[in-house]
């Protein structure tokens, strides 16, 4: 791979870090990237869930630090995000995902419809619909195994479930968010790994651009609240949507 390359491909890894951690979506910047290097497909889904665990597993990092996350009591959930991912992502080894091609962007805009239009949405907590067990169970591996198998738009999904669920404000939603993606990331990377799908030099060397990303842009998120996350999230969704539409 040329020098100038690699080098965009860091660089695209440090952006794709910044966004996430605020709405998601880096995978909306870094898939792509991958791809126009000429990656294949498969290996270009590996690496991507090596490099996105450093991104994931920094803003998860620092909104512990800060009190937005209680780590410790979500880490039976996550190690449900983890086992559904690793679902997921054995599935995608065999498995078309055209059906989820096709259905995904509209998915996408109904979630960035949601975000824009419901008013009252702030980074203060409502009341919570469904119960823990229905949601730890229920929702959170469903949206692991979709991560494994597909991927795009993940945040946004888990971000969905946390404000209409679990009835969490915008800022505590997103810190949530994070360590369940780092768990649905490390489930699908653990797949990959097994299956020889990785390129490790580039995954390791954009997973240092994605920790810095998301540090930064954890500490914006942290900063602005909803007033910064909920835009950020709305223009991540149709943003996505828009490019799996285009093609």
Same mark, same amino acid.
């Given at each position: 791979?040329? !020098?100038?390359?690699?080098? @965009?491909?860091?660089?695209?890894?440090?952006?794709?870090?910044?966004?996430?951690? $605020?709405?998601?979506?880096?995978?909306?910047?870094?898939?792509?990237?991958?791809?126009?290097?000429? $990656?294949?497909?498969?290996?270009?889904?590996?690496?991507?869930?090596?490099?996105?665990?450093?991104?994931?597993?920094?803003?998860?990092?620092?909104?512990?630090?800060?009190?937005? #996350?209680?780590?410790?009591?979500?880490?039976?959930?996550?190690?449900?995000?983890?086992?559904?991912?690793?679902?997921?992502?054995?599935?995608?080894?065999?498995?078309?995902?055209?059906?989820?091609? =096709?259905?995904?962007?509209?998915?996408?805009?109904?979630?960035? @419809?949601?975000?824009?239009?419901? !008013?009252?949405?702030?980074?203060?907590?409502?009341? =919570? =619909?469904?119960?823990?067990? @229905?949601?730890?169970?229920?929702?959170?591996?469903?949206?692991?195994?979709?991560?494994?198998?597909?991927?795009?738009?993940?945040?946004?999904?888990?971000?969905?479930?946390?404000?209409?669920?679990?009835?969490?404000?915008?800022?505590?939603?997103?810190?949530?968010?994070?360590?369940?993606?780092?768990?649905?990331?490390?489930?699908?990377?653990?797949?990959?790994?097994?299956?020889?799908?990785?390129?490790?030099?580039?995954?390791?060397?954009?997973? #240092?651009?994605?920790?810095?990303?998301?540090?930064?842009?954890?500490?914006?998120?942290? =900063?602005?609240?909803?007033?910064?996350?909920? !835009?950020?999230?709305?223009?991540?969704?149709?943003?996505?949507?828009?490019?799996?539409?285009?093609?």
């Amino acid at each position: 791979m040329p !020098p100038e390359t690699f080098l @965009l491909l860091v660089a695209a890894a440090f952006l794709a870090g910044f966004v996430d951690a $605020i709405a998601g979506g880096g995978g909306l910047v870094t898939i792509p990237a991958l791809l126009l290097a000429g $990656i294949d497909p498969v290996s270009a889904l590996g690496t991507n869930k090596l490099q996105g665990l450093f991104g994931a597993g920094s803003a998860s990092l620092a909104y512990a630090s800060k009190g937005h #996350v209680q780590m410790g009591k979500l880490l039976p959930t996550a190690a449900l995000s983890f086992a559904g991912s690793a679902v997921g992502a054995s599935a995608a080894l065999l498995l078309p995902t055209a059906t989820f091609e =096709r259905a995904l962007p509209y998915l996408l805009i109904a979630i960035a @419809l949601y975000f824009a239009l419901r !008013p009252g949405l702030s980074d203060a907590d409502a009341e =919570r =619909r469904g119960s823990r067990r @229905l949601f730890a169970l229920g929702i959170v591996p469903v949206i692991g195994a979709y991560d494994g198998l597909f991927g795009p738009g993940t945040g946004s999904f888990f971000m969905l479930a946390f404000v209409t669920l679990a009835g969490f404000g915008i800022l505590k939603a997103t810190a949530h968010t994070k360590l369940l993606n780092f768990a649905s990331n490390l489930g699908a990377f653990t797949v990959f790994a097994l299956s020889g799908s990785i390129l490790w030099t580039l995954g390791l060397c954009m997973g #240092v651009a994605q920790f810095a990303g998301a540090k930064l842009g954890a500490t914006f998120a942290m =900063r602005f609240g909803a007033k910064l996350i909920r !835009p950020l999230l709305v223009c991540t969704c149709l943003a996505l949507a828009a490019k799996l539409l285009l093609g």
